[in-house]
């Protein structure tokens, strides 16, 4: 079975998820790389972020290195912003298709995340979404309990994924 982890992360969060659901199901991984990205780590990062999610905006990415067309199961990572999705995953799934996909969804979060699962899955109609799981700030909140936490979520997946 051939997995994708896809994901965008502004301050390492997510991709320290992405990178142990790789780990633990030997995945690839896609990182998305706006071309033009904010760089403001002070208040004004949620100035900026707030209004690219408030104008829907769908940033230009790097060229990915993999294809999530060949995959057979994608994961799908983000930080909620504004109590949705990054608009790296709005160019993402606005540039790739992903149609009749199995398609898992996590996101990182400071506490709010409200219903960013439920606004992603809108997006992602026609595909058929096997799980999803937050993880509140990782990085901020003992990261060894993060990694079992991410571990224990992905030994649950294994059969909904059909893997032995
Ligand atoms: C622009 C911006 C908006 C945010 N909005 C929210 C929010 O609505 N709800 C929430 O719980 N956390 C929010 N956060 C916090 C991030 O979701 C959280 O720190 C996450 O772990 C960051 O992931 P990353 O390190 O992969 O970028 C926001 C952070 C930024 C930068």
Known sequence: MKILVV?????????????HIAEFFHADVQELKPKIDMHSRSFMKYVWGGKMVLMREKPDLEPLKYTP???DVVFIGTPVWAWTF????????AGTPLQGKRVVLFYCHGGAPRGVADKLKALLQGNTILGEKGFQEPLKWRPEEAVLAVRTWCRELKPILGIE
């Open 7 to 19: 994901y965008y992360s502004y301050e390492g969060n997510t991709r320290f998820v992405a990178e």
């Open 86 to 93: 990054t608009p790296a995953i709005n160019g993402f799934l």
């Open 69 to 71: 067309s060949d995959y």
